[in-house]
């Protein structure tokens, strides 16, 4: 019940949701994401550029095997342009 006298259940999400975590930068905001949306699911990736080309290279994912059902939170606090996450 709220100040007010009315009665609330809270709030519930329309569609499953993950995080994906960038390995290191993100994982700072799990405990986060965590607290605020119990239970849900957590993938990694690791991405860094090639020093020579500058391109982008997937090093490691781990990410819940129905991902393609969830919106996904992209857990990176350092997120500029996006364009690693991107390719």
């Known amino acids: ?8 259940t809270g709030a519930g999400f329309s569609q499953k949701i ?4 960038i390995v290191r930068a993100g994982e700072s905001m799990e405990a986060g ?4 949306c119990r239970g849900v699911s957590i993938g990694k ?5 090639d020093e020579e080309t500058a ?3 997937l090093y490691y994912t781990k990410l819940p095997e129905d991902i393609r059902q969830r919106k996904v939170l992209l857990l ?3 997120l ?8």
């Open 76 to 78: 990176d606090p350092m």
């Open 33 to 36: 994401l965590r607290a605020v």
């Open 18 to 21: 993950c995080g994906v975590s």
């Open 80 to 87: 500029a342009t996006g364009g690693s996450a991107i390719a």
């Open 1 to 8: 019940t709220t100040p007010c006298e009315v009665g609330f």
């Open 55 to 57: 391109m982008p290279k």
């Open 45 to 49: 990736i690791l991405i860094q550029r």
